[in-house]
């Protein structure tokens, strides 16, 4: 039995928990809603998910939900069983590594996308099925090809 109403839900629209609601977590969750999605957002911290966009909460767009992304159990309470994609975005790579595994595996999250800091794990968590994008490395990028020439 799922806990959030999809009656509204447009045609193509995902079913999406983001584990972890601190910068990353929050502005992802605004782009997801906005973009049409439904997404369900879980922190430990209830501070943290007050910094989630007002308007999209109120309008059930997006739901926080406080909880231990760790935990079977919040997870099962946060309908994880009904998503589409997962996304784990907290500041701990071994903890993002460790949600987007048992949401792939434990609750068959065909997508579960893993923030990672430290780009050397990036091949080491591709490898485990997850799709692995290294912060670090993205911005890496971004300056090298921003300085090309200078």
């Known amino acids: 039995m799922t806990l959030f109403d999809y009656s509204s839900l447009a045609p193509g629209a995902k079913r999406v928990i983001v584990v972890g609601c601190g910068g990353l977590g929050s502005v992802l969750a605004g782009e997801l809603a906005e973009a049409g999605h439904r997404v369900r957002v ?6 943290a998910l ?20 760790t935990s079977e159990a919040d ?4 309908s994880i069983r009904d998503v589409d994609l997962f996304i784990a975005a907290t500041g701990s790579d ?27 794990r990036k091949l080491l968590y591709e490898g ?3 799709v692995a994008i290294s912060a670090t490395g993205l911005a890496s990028e971004a300056i090298m090809t921003a300085t090309k020439g200078e």
């Open 42 to 47: 879980m922190d430990r911290d209830r501070a």
């Open 94 to 120: 071994s903890t993002n590594a460790l949600v987007a595994q048992m949401a792939q595996y434990l609750f068959d999250v065909q997508t579960a996308v893993c923030r990672i800091d430290e780009p050397s």
């Open 50 to 69: 007050d910094t989630l966009p007002p308007g999209p909460v109120s309008d059930g767009v997006i739901t926080p939900v406080l909880g231990d992304g």
């Open 75 to 78: 997870l099962l309470r946060a």
């Open 128 to 130: 485990l099925g997850l």
